[in-house]
């Protein structure tokens, strides 16, 4: 099976949140809730910055690519 989506992570950390917000859980459901909402936001957060050095990468080698100022020729 393949890795999910930061979209779907994303949606995952937000359908715990409203259950915990209706606090319609037990303490022990609560707790559990709790714990995989921490392992998510750390996933999400991971997947951010990898995309943020990704960026800072491509407008580096961006920055540095010598760009033919010429107008098209025709």
Avoid: I, N, Y
Wanted: zero cysteines.
């Amino acid at each position: 099976m393949s890795e999910p989506t930061f979209e779907e992570l994303q949606r995952e950390l937000d359908e715990l949140v409203a259950r915990l917000e209706r606090g319609e859980v037990t303490l022990d459901e609560a707790l559990t809730l709790f714990e995989r909402g921490e392992e998510l936001h750390r996933s999400l957060v991971e997947r951010l910055d990898r995309a943020e050095l990704t960026v800072d990468e491509l407008r580096s080698t961006d920055a540095s690519t010598p760009r033919d100022t010429a107008p098209p020729a025709g």
